[in-house]
């Protein structure tokens, strides 16, 4: 589908470039003109940096004031069009393997645990938040990981693979996100830790390179699960997602504007496999996770 969008879009730009080209050398021979209006809406229809190649290399209209005004308005369009287009298909494409939702209680669903069960998954990712000063965990955070406790204490999951931010000293998720599993009772042999899971891409990636994880439930809330999930299927991962959203949380507007952006960023970053910010020896999901906590 991808593939047939680019070559559409690609046609689109041929056609107002070789426009831009026509109505030169119609100019130059003193021929009747491609209306100005035939010409911008080329360049509205996915065709902006067509049209702007095509004033460059021909040198014409440059000085017109419609396409001075006309080509930057259409590439903001094309730009925001294509946003629309990737997050849809982005969406779209994985919006059925989000099997369920915790909503107001991370309790999984008797009927659910057994066909995830079923599914054999190696593991549940919980993907990391924001943590506090004190050594808690965020609301967002907090709901991700009763969900993935909840998971595995219904047989859905055999292990965790908690990722997240330690980066810094100062700032670890990861031994937040630990240190609450293990209070809530999860034995600490069924804990794996990723302590370089700096973003979304990165934490799937080396679920996927550093622990060798073939099939997974990723728990995160609705809005990220689709970004989780798109890359987790393009890294070959058998991937389905339980959604973790049991309350409303603050600054959800300003999360789904980024995670529009996001999206698109991650798209590319599948397309070209950009490694992450860390590799690292393997430590399969399978074995003993005592590496992790080095």
């Known amino acids: 589908m991808i593939k047939y969008a680019l070559l559409i ?50 040198h014409h209209k440059t000085r017109k004031w419609k396409f001075r005004l006309g080509i930057p308005a259409a590439l903001l369009v094309n730009l ?8 849809t298909y982005v969406s779209f494409s994985v919006r059925d393997d989000i099997v369920y939702r915790c909503v107001e209680t ?19 990712l919980v993907l990391g938040c ?44 990861i031994s937040v996100m630990y240190n609450y599993c ?7 042999e069924d804990i794996f830790l990723d302590h370089a899971g700096f973003s979304t891409y990165d ?16 728990v995160t809330q609705t809005y990220h699960e689709f970004r989780a999930l798109y890359t987790a299927h393009r890294m070959g991962i058998n991937a389905v997602g ?16 980024r995670e529009v952006l996001a999206r698109v960023k991650d798209f590319f970053k599948v397309l070209v496999k950009a490694p992450p910010v860390y590799g690292g020896e393997a430590i399969p ?4 996770p005592d590496a992790t906590h080095v």
């Open 182 to 188: 293990l209070n809530a009772g999860v034995p600490e």
């Open 242 to 257: 339980v959604a973790a959203d049991q309350r409303h949380y603050a600054g959800a507007s300003y999360r789904e504007v």
């Open 130 to 173: 924001a943590v506090y000063s004190d050594g808690e965990p965020s609301a967002m955070l907090k709901d991700r990981l009763d969900a993935g406790i909840a998971l595995y204490e219904s047989g859905a999951v055999p292990r965790l693979l908690l990722s997240g931010d330690h980066g810094q000293d100062e700032y670890d998720e």
């Open 106 to 124: 991370s309790e999984i669903d008797s009927d659910v645990a057994a066909d995830l069960s079923d599914g054999n998954y190696q593991c549940a």
């Open 80 to 87: 925001l069009v294509a946003v629309l287009l990737l997050n």
């Open 285 to 288: 999901i399978t074995g003993s």
């Open 9 to 58: 879009i690609l046609i689109l730009n041929l056609i107002a470039f070789v426009l831009m080209g026509i109505d030169k050398r119609r100019a130059i021979n003193g021929r009747d003109r491609i209306p100005e209006s035939t010409l911008l809406f080329w360049g509205f229809l996915m065709g902006g940096p067509g049209l702007l190649l095509g004033s460059l290399v021909f």
């Open 203 to 218: 934490s799937v990636y080396r679920a996927q390179s550093i622990f060798q994880v073939k099939s997974m439930v990723v």
